[in-house]
């Protein structure tokens, strides 16, 4: 913490004989710090991706269980869109990029997007 002394001279040009000071005032200085927002990554549904790549990328990129990927995939293949986890700005960017980088490369259009929660 920051603490800062304020002292003020009752007038600079002019201090009597007294030396009088006005006393000053001790305060602190609190850091004021917010929770990061929160992004809720989600998957889109296409009828082209394979149910068993879409279970294998929430194993692999959301460290999901198989019981709990497999619920999440029926719930996007159902209702066309699920979401995936939720997490900082950077770290949802990262894994929709990673979604989509391997996506690609299996040649599946897979989309993945973000939204703040």
Do not use: W
């Not at 009088?20 to 001790?26: A, E, F, I, K």
């Not at 889109?44 to 990328?57: Q, R």
Request: hydrophobic content about 35%; overall charge negative.
């Amino acid at each position: 913490m920051l603490i800062y002394y304020i002292m003020k001279l009752s007038d600079e040009n002019n201090i009597n004989s007294n030396n009088d000071l006005d006393r000053g005032v001790l305060l602190e200085d609190k850091p004021k710090t917010k929770k990061p927002s929160m992004y809720n990554v989600l998957l889109l549904n296409d009828d082209y991706t394979p149910m068993e790549f879409v279970v294998l990328i929430l194993e692999s990129v959301f460290n999901k269980k198989e019981e709990e990927a497999t619920q999440i995939m029926l719930h996007v293949h159902k209702n066309g869109i699920g979401v995936c986890g939720t997490f900082t700005y950077e770290v949802a960017e990262a894994k929709c990029k990673t979604v989509m980088d391997l996506a690609k490369k299996h040649e599946h259009p897979l989309q993945c997007t973000m939204e703040k929660n």
